[in-house]
């Protein structure tokens, strides 16, 4: 039987990462798939990019165990790994053409490759990332877009085992960062190797990845597929980072048959499905129930919603965004609440301007009891 390693390009063991009596990472245990499509996603200083710095051989673990392909890397410099890294900024020497600068690590190739075969991978890496007789222009006369390419194509040539993707979209403008994210997924599933990227943008993250590890303060608090993160959240920051949700915080009042009664602060008990990701709630204990802006209805201050929770309460924003319309509903006990409403369910006679009273309403099990 084949040892299980061998089906992951990258497993962290109780990784530690100090400097001085700061831990910027602390007791990382996690796996990434063989050719899979696996993000790090969190907020400034949670410890992600310093997590691609171990992983690329840039920075050594304090303690625990860094495998690359089922082989420890300890002590392994950067440059006889098994990886290579597209960084925000993109490096390229201006000096030197699109050519020179793709063929620029195959120098240091042990045996060196001639000059012939170093055109013809540099072509070769040209024509996977679509820029195919670029060859012999300079740096400054590409967009942005291209000089990224060039970037992903200068990684490529070497055929890494691994792709360490550091930010690489943040400079790009919203409309050229979604053509390039196209790119990076086809090119991902072109060449067949595992892709790792670093990024605090969510929406990059969850429309990219075949899984995610969500980190805050060096610790991953869940490493999941998109779909469980947002679905199906462990933690109430998890729950805030990926997507939107209406938090509403509250004291444990009673747990059975995986339903979670919770009493908020004003009194009202909500009574939803504890998320099945995260840890145990006990009575007694702070916790709270989240609930998707999608997810709750509403309606004209004088209608009657048929939903299990139904409060009054004022627009106090409205934000048309294309295919649905956000509205931030002031209400009694929870303060501010955000409801998304698609187009084709906007109300028939219009929709609800600043300071319109309405309704809004969601059945208990749209909701999910969590941990804070």
């Not at 530690?16 to 700061?22: C, E, H, L, N, P």
Request: charged fraction near 20%; include cysteine; charge should be neutral.
């Amino acid at each position: 039987m084949s040892d299980a390693s061998e089906f992951f390009d990258i497993e962290f063991r109780h990784v530690v990462k100090r400097y001085g009596a700061v831990a910027a990472v602390n007791g990382l245990n996690f796996k990434v798939r063989r050719g899979a499509f696996h993000s790090f996603l969190g907020s400034s200083g949670c410890g992600k990019t310093t997590t691609l710095r171990m992983i690329a051989g840039f920075e050594q673990p304090s303690e625990g165990e860094v495998l690359l392909a089922g082989r420890s890397v300890a002590g392994v410099p950067a440059h006889q790994r098994p990886v290579n890294m597209v960084f925000q900024s993109y490096a390229l020497f201006p000096h030197l053409t699109v050519a020179e600068n793709i063929a620029y690590g195959l120098r240091y190739h042990q045996p060196r490759p001639s000059r012939a075969e170093q055109r013809r991978l540099a072509d070769e890496a040209l024509e996977m990332v679509r820029l195919s007789g670029f060859g012999q222009r300079k740096p400054h006369e590409l967009s942005g877009g291209q000089q990224q390419r060039v970037a992903l194509a200068r990684a490529l040539v070497n055929k890494p085992t691994v792709l360490l993707l550091d930010e690489p979209l943040a400079a790009l403008d919203r409309k050229l960062r979604k053509e390039m994210q196209s790119e990076l997924l086809r090119l991902q599933r072109e060449v067949g190797i595992t892709f790792v990227l670093v990024t605090h943008d969510q929406e990059e993250a969850l429309s990219m990845s075949d899984s995610i590890s969500v980190m805050q303060d060096g610790r991953i608090l869940q490493n999941a597929s998109p779909e469980q993160l947002y679905e199906t959240p462990a933690t109430r920051y998890v729950a805030d980072f990926i997507g939107e949700s209406n938090l509403f915080d509250g004291t444990v009042r009673r747990v059975e048959d995986g339903r979670v009664l919770l009493e908020t602060a004003h009194g009202l008990q909500l009574a939803s499905p504890q998320t099945p990701t995260g840890p145990t709630l006990q009575a007694t204990e702070p916790g709270c129930i989240a609930v998707r802006p999608e997810l709750i209805a509403i309606g004209a201050g004088e209608d009657a919603l048929p939903r299990e929770i139904s409060l009054p309460g004022q627009v106090v924003d409205r934000i048309y965004l294309g295919n649905l319309t956000e509205y931030r509903v002031r209400t009694e006990p929870f303060g501010i609440v955000c409801v998304r409403v698609p187009r084709h369910g906007q109300h028939q006679r219009s929709a609800f301007e600043h300071g319109s009273p309405v309704r809004i309403g969601w059945d208990q099990a749209s909701g999910l009891a969590m941990a804070l």
